[in-house]
């Protein structure tokens, strides 16, 4: 089944689909959007499109399956979140949260784990909007 994870009643729809014969015992969040650009240039609508399949996913992920007997709930977070990075003002601030989710989650006794990944590779640039390839740092 597919759908917007971002969408919290979409992701109530697929998560109500999982057989209970093969129930769920893991989360894996790995989204990532980007839309580079000073803090002065960043309107709601950018920072939606960073912040939604983020910030708001990985929201949606942990309210629904909080009471889940999960064995893990695996958030990739990225180096902005802690180095920053020029222009990447939404960026980072959808990194931290994930950072926070895990803590969150942690101090709660829930599994978490947030990865702060890195680039790739150091030469390019990825235009803004795309998804950002990672591998750990």
Same mark, same amino acid.
């Given at each position: 089944?597919?759908?917007?994870?971002?969408?919290?009643?979409? !992701?109530?729809?697929?998560?109500? #689909?999982?057989?209970?014969? *093969?129930? &769920? %015992?893991?989360?894996?969040?790995? /989204?990532?959007? $980007?839309?580079?650009?000073?803090?002065?240039?960043?309107?709601?609508?950018?920072?939606?499109?960073? !912040?939604?399949?983020?910030?708001? #996913?990985?929201?949606?992920? *942990?309210? &629904? %399956?909080?009471?889940?007997?999960? /064995?893990?709930? $695996?958030?990739?977070?990225?180096?902005?979140?802690?180095?920053?990075?020029?222009?990447?003002?939404?960026?980072?601030?959808?990194?931290?949260?994930?950072?926070?989710?895990?803590? &969150?989650?942690?101090?709660?006794?829930?599994?978490?784990?947030?990865?702060?990944?890195?680039?790739?590779?150091?030469?390019?640039?990825?235009?803004?909007?795309?998804?950002?390839?990672?591998?750990?740092?």
């Amino acid at each position: 089944m597919a759908g917007d994870v971002a969408d919290r009643d979409a !992701l109530a729809g697929i998560l109500a #689909a999982v057989p209970a014969a *093969h129930p &769920l %015992t893991g989360i894996v969040h790995t /989204a990532g959007v $980007v839309d580079d650009g000073v803090i002065e240039s960043i309107t709601a609508d950018r920072l939606d499109t960073v !912040l939604r399949p983020k910030v708001d #996913a990985a929201w949606h992920l *942990h309210e &629904l %399956t909080r009471d889940l007997p999960l /064995a893990a709930f $695996v958030l990739f977070s990225a180096g902005a979140g802690i180095f920053g990075g020029p222009g990447q003002g939404n960026y980072a601030a959808a990194n931290t949260f994930l950072d926070a989710l895990a803590h &969150l989650r942690r101090q709660a006794g829930l599994p978490a784990q947030s990865l702060a990944w890195g680039m790739w590779a150091e030469e390019g640039a990825w235009p803004a909007g795309s998804a950002r390839p990672t591998v750990p740092a």
